[in-house]
């Protein structure tokens, strides 16, 4: 059975600082997406990561995918209020049609002034 | 942007009843999911759709379940007999071409069993 571990699942930090969300799993997949999830609402996607070496950044958020290493990571750069919320990554499984995805437990991340 | 749209966004429904969730998939997509996510936790699957049948489900999905697509546009989860722990945001997904891009969700219907 799949597991998709994340760490750290609370995460505090100051606006400006650098951090790193990890992401690991179980089983051999090439394809792995990190959601945002604000209090009560929707998963909204951040990144699609579809092969091995993939980089992917949009502001100041940026995944990479090593499925040898069957890690992911989501680093935050020079944090601001705005990122703070909950951060899910989720591992798709299946063949095609009959996919699924496991996800992570979550981190949630509070970025304080 | 195109949306995956759900309704209700909240029912509450005394244990025992049926409840009906509702759900218009992005129009050309071929893939459809409904996932949950119990309250603080993390989300899971449920069951995936394709070309008008259940294609895989989990063990959450037992015979209190099941899922409709009723005509070209609604995809629907029904409980028979809800339960309390059936309380829980309820997400549908929907994906066209999973080589290339993800999943979209909608924004959820909270259930609360009474």
């Known amino acids: 059975e799949l597991k998709v571990e994340q760490n750290p699942l609370f995460l505090s930090m100051q606006e400006g600082k650098n951090y790193t969300i990890y992401c690991n799993y179980s089983t051999t997949s090439d394809r792995l997406y990190w959601y945002r999830q604000d209090p009560g609402k929707s998963l909204e996607s951040l990144f699609v990561l579809l092969s091995n070496g993939a980089v992917k950044q949009e502001g100041r958020l940026m995944a990479s995918l090593d499925t040898k290493a069957r890690l992911s990571t989501l680093h935050i750069t020079a944090a601001v209020h705005d990122l703070s919320a909950t951060y899910f990554c989720?591992?798709?499984?299946?063949?095609?049609?009959?996919?699924?995805?496991?996800f992570g437990q979550g981190t949630r991340l509070t970025i304080n002034p | 942007e195109p949306e995956v749209t759900q309704t209700p966004s909240h029912q509450v429904t005394q244990m025992g009843q049926e409840v009906i969730l509702r759900c218009v998939p992005i129009?050309?997509?071929?893939?459809f999911y409904w996932y949950r996510q119990i309250l603080g936790q993390k989300v899971e699957f449920l069951v995936s759709f394709y070309n008008n049948e259940i294609s895989e489900k989990s063990e959450i999905f037992d015979d209190q379940f099941s899922v409709e697509r009723p005509d070209g546009s609604n995809f629907t989860l029904k409980i028979r007999s809800t339960k309390l722990e059936d309380s829980a945001m309820y997400f549908c997904?929907?994906?066209?071409?999973?080589?290339?891009?993800?999943?979209?969700f909608g924004s959820g219907t909270r259930l609360t069993v009474v």
């Open positions: 997904a929907s994906s066209e071409d999973l080589m290339n891009y993800g999943y979209t």
């Open positions: 989720a591992v798709d499984m299946g063949i095609q049609g009959a996919q699924k995805l496991v």
């Open positions: 129009s050309n997509h071929l893939y």
